[in-house]
């Protein structure tokens, strides 16, 4: 009966060492299984990490933006208003032109219909101014000789 009770015993034994081993293999797994969860973990949160800092980013950039399109906005706004500024100045310069040009266009009429007199003297005056002689003065405006030695004196 010994004999069967080692038996039995050896028997308990190696059940004993199957179930450790078996228990042994099994915590083993369950430790990569936790290890490899671990390191998922990890990876979850750099990446949730990751993700508040970009969030973050464009929390900051959706503020710049704004602040970006409002400069922008006000920028335009006062371009504009200077825009209008310039062309209501260059409106007035065009009007003052206008007017002055009108104005430069009564006085020639008036000089082209004053005396044909006058018109000679004038010619005769850019005739010394050329250098012309008392004679040749004489010639072209059809003056006597006194009134054009006059113009000539005059204007030397």
Do not use: W
Not at 17 to 27: E, N
Not at 42 to 52: D, H, I
Not at 69 to 95: N, P
């Amino acid at each position: 009966m010994l004999s069967v009770s080692l038996l039995v015993a050896i028997a308990a034994l190696v059940l004993a060492l199957l179930a450790l081993t078996a228990v042994i293999i099994t915590s083993r797994k369950q430790a990569q299984i936790i290890e490899r969860q671990q390191q998922r973990l990890m990876m979850l949160t750099e990446s949730a990490s990751e993700v508040l800092a970009l969030k973050q980013q464009l929390n900051s950039s959706g503020n710049d933006f704004a602040q970006t399109e409002q400069l922008q906005q006000s920028l335009e706004q006062s371009l504009k208003h200077q825009l209008e500024q310039q062309s209501e100045r260059l409106q007035q310069q065009v009007r003052q032109l206008t007017e002055e040009q009108h104005a430069l266009q009564q006085k020639f009429e008036q000089l082209s219909q004053q005396d044909p007199g006058a018109k000679l003297y004038q010619r005769a005056a850019k005739l010394v101014a050329t250098g012309a002689s008392v004679e040749e003065i004489m010639q072209e405006c059809d003056l006597p000789r006194a009134e054009a030695e006059l113009i000539a004196a005059m204007r030397k």
